[in-house]
T-cell receptor, first 114, second 114 residues
Framework: GENVEQHPSTLSVQEGDSAVIKCTYSDSASNYFPWYKQELGKRPQLIIDIRSNVGEKKDQRIAVTLNKTAKHFSLHITETQPEDSAVYFCAASVVSGNTGKLIFGQGTTLQVKP | DAGVTQSPTHLIKTRGQQVTLRCSPKSGHDTVSWYQQALGQGPQFIFQYYEEEERQRGNFPDRFSGHQFPNYSSELNVNALLLGDSALYLC?????????????FGPGTRLTVL
């Protein structure tokens, strides 16, 4: 069935270190993979996304890599800062006809310690 | 540029009641998707509306229904509320209903069923 698995569920790093969150998806037809950051009590905010025609995308301290053969993708945050602390969700778009719906992972709670 | 807005912010209902939640999409967007986010979980897809029609539906019972208006705003209705319907209800808008269209979330409506 449609499933996205996300690991780890919690991640604690020191300020300045890197953080990596990994996701695996089940639908081989998925071709769009966004990442959202959700702070406590706030809306999920899109931080980066990647489409299947590229293997890597970078935006300042954030990068995402995609391995379609293995059906997994990862979020990399470098030089972490306390304001990076939040819950991060990966998602994969599941195609049905011409439409897509997002299937989310369970989330990773990232804590950046000063 | 107006982002996605939702109303009300919070809502308390009792079992068996009915509720209507509202969403206005981001300016220029024509597609609205609804998600349910239980505490500590990732958002789960309920359904998606485009051109006033339901285009795709997740694994939710018929008690969950929706509507999209000509101005692209949308409503989510839930009948015969159960305790398990308590969650944050998020709407997301996009330009288009394809599988690679970027979705932007509203702040959500926190529904508590007693």
């Amino acid at each position: 069935g449609e499933n996205v698995e996300q690991h780890p569920s919690t991640l604690s790093v020191q300020e300045g270190d890197s953080a990596v969150i990994k996701c695996t998806y089940s639908d081989s037809a998925s071709n769009y993979f966004p990442w959202y950051k959700q702070e406590l009590g706030k809306r999920p905010q899109l931080i980066i996304d990647i489409r299947s025609n590229v293997g890597e995308k970078k935006d300042q301290r954030i990068a995402v890599t995609l391995n379609k053969t293995a059906k997994h993708f990862s979020l990399h945050i470098t030089e972490t800062q306390p304001e990076d602390s939040a819950v991060y969700f990966c998602a994969a778009s599941v195609v049905s006809g011409n439409t897509g719906k997002l299937i989310f992972g369970q989330g990773t709670t990232l804590q950046v310690k000063p | 540029d107006a982002g996605v807005t939702q109303s009300p912010t919070h809502l308390i209902k009792t079992r068996g009641q009915q509720v209507t939640l509202r969403c206005s999409p981001k300016s220029g967007h024509d597609t609205v998707s609804w998600y349910q986010q239980a505490l500590g979980q990732g958002p789960q897809f309920i359904f998606q509306y485009y051109e006033e029609e339901e285009r795709q539906r997740g694994n939710f019972p018929d008690r969950f229904s929706g509507h999209q208006f000509p101005n692209y705003s949308s409503e989510l209705n839930v009948n015969a509320l159960l305790l398990g319907d308590s969650a944050l209800y998020l709407c997301a808008s996009s330009l288009g209903w394809g599988e690679t269209d970027t979705q932007y979330f509203g702040p959500g409506t926190r529904l508590t069923v007693l």
